[in-house]
């Protein structure tokens, strides 16, 4: 099953505690994109990859590292939480060699950060 | 800078009313417009549009692109309580962008 799966789905922390919230596809995709998701501020975006060692900075990347050193993972990477960095988490990935792709968005990481 | 306008931001009909939702965009290299809807989770993928004025139709929704006006619409007919949700219009040119979505809430 074509699928993104992220981990974990729910995670509370403490401030400072480096975190790493995790994603994979298994649909090759070259495409990879984190948002995060606040209420009333819709789906922003933290980073993006266009394909392995290429990642480039999306709208909100202050207090956020990504790498994707393989096409499947693209982790999200949090060195010193804060409390503003609470927030629902949504990885996606999409093909870019069909120009028609949509994007596949996982479940979703709920983090707390206290 | 790409960029993607929903309108209206926010909406509120009764069951079996029809609406039409909106959605701009300014985008370099488009290559297609897609929509979403999203309750208490993941976004869910509606629609994909990428040729002007060939309409998209599942079951009561329905979308249209217009690449010379930028800009989509998605319409819902004889809406349900089940359609409430907020749903999102996002424009892929190099990169996905999104519009900020529209809240549709669907009174019994």
């Known amino acids: 099953e074509a699928q993104v799966t992220q981990n974990p789905r729910y995670l509370i922390t403490v401030t400072g505690k480096k975190l790493t919230v995790t994603c994979s596809q298994n649909m090759n995709h070259e495409y990879m994109s984190w948002y995060r998701q606040d209420p009333g501020l819709g789906l922003r975006q933290i980073y993006y990859?266009?394909?392995?060692?290429?990642?480039d900075k999306g709208d909100v990347p202050e207090g956020y590292k990504v790498s994707r050193k393989e096409k499947r993972n693209f982790p999200l990477i949090l060195e010193s939480p804060s409390p503003n960095q609470t927030s629902l988490y949504f990885c996606a990935s999409s093909s870019f060699s069909v120009n028609t792709g949509e994007l596949f968005f996982g479940e979703g990481s709920r983090l707390t950060v206290l | 800078e790409d960029k993607v306008v929903q309108s209206p931001l926010s909406l509120v009909v009764h069951e079996g009313d029809t609406v039409t939702l909106n959605c701009s965009y300014e985008v370099t290299n488009f290559r297609s417009l897609l929509w979403y809807k999203q309750e208490k989770k993941a976004p869910t993928f509606l629609f994909m549009l990428?040729?002007?004025?060939i309409e998209k139709k599942s079951g009561r929704l329905s979308s249209i692109l217009d690449k010379k006006e930028l800009f989509s619409i998605l319409n819902i007919t004889a809406t349900q309580t089940g359609d409430s949700a907020v749903y999102l219009c996002a424009v892929r040119g190099q990169n996905f962008v999104f519009g900020p979505g529209t809240r549709l809430s669907v009174l019994p």
């Open positions: 990428t040729s002007s004025g």
């Open positions: 990859s266009m394909n392995v060692e290429v990642t």
